[in-house]
């Protein structure tokens, strides 16, 4: 084979590995269309008529596509709700490990929860409509069952990270201390802004309320509570 030839054999080559990208990626990329497409009409769905009513058959009808199709995308019908459950499963670990120089964990995660009230984030559901969101859950024990093993994953991996980062011991209670102490901050913050939605407060009737209660919240993190509730002799 000539210099010329094999010059053209590996042109070739290289035209055919670009195709197949090509064509795998724009596979990729209708998948997740597909993905999330069927996860917001059965999202809709079910904050209209309650997570129970629904039925993997009426969320494949509404979509135009087979059951076996939803049963491809989602396992379970609660996958199909918390369709983003892996990447909440895995922020609070992944927050703590991008954290900033000389930054500690409680720091980081104050920081980031002040910032997600300030850029109205679904993580703090500092939004309109978390209340439906949360009515939905709240509703339904199969999705209060899952958002609490989700919860767990997150405290889980937080836990994890942290002991990996400072060195812990197999037996060390303290990185699975802190993971509970730093998500249980988030949840009972959480469970406030919820709360006082459906309530029917407006976001900017209970911001000021809520900044000072994120301050409150991570202030005794930040400060320890060995003094806190102390009985009065």
């Known amino acids: 084979m000539t210099e010329r030839e094999i010059q053209d054999r590996d042109g070739r080559e290289r035209e055919q590995r670009q195709e197949q990208g090509q064509e795998l990626g724009l596979r990729e990329r ?38 076996n199709t939803v049963f491809n995308y989602f396992k379970t019908k609660e ?14 670990a992944r927050a703590f490990r991008d954290r900033r120089p000389g930054e500690s964990a409680v720091a980081v995660f104050h ?3 002040v910032e997600g009230l300030d850029g109205n984030a679904y ?7 978390s209340e ?15 958002q609490r093993e989700i ?20 037996d060390d209670l303290g990185p699975r201390t802190v993971a ?20 029917g407060q407006s976001l900017e009737e209970m ?3 809520v900044y000072a209660a994120v301050e409150r919240v991570y202030g005794l993190l930040e400060n320890g509570i060995g003094d806190y509730a102390v009985k009065p002799a």
């Open 132 to 146: 439906v969101w949360a009515k939905t859950v709240m509703d339904s024990p199969a999705l209060t069952a899952r």
């Open 207 to 209: 911001r000021a309320d």
């Open 123 to 129: 993580q703090t559901a500092f939004h309109e409509g």
């Open 79 to 92: 996958d199909l709700f918390f369709d983003r459950q892996d990447e909440i499963a895995e922020q609070a």
């Open 111 to 113: 920081r980031m929860f």
């Open 30 to 67: 209708k998948k997740r269309e597909t993905r999330q497409r069927l996860s917001d009409i059965a999202t809709g769905l079910f904050i209209t008529r309650g997570f129970d009513n629904v039925t993997i058959a009426d969320v494949a009808r509404a979509a135009d596509v087979s059951v």
């Open 180 to 199: 509970s102490m730093l998500m249980s901050a988030q949840f009972v913050l959480i469970q406030e802004i919820v709360a006082r939605r459906l309530a």
């Open 151 to 170: 919860g767990q994953r997150s405290q889980d991996e937080l836990a994890a990270i942290l002991a990996e980062e400072t060195g812990a011991d197999p």
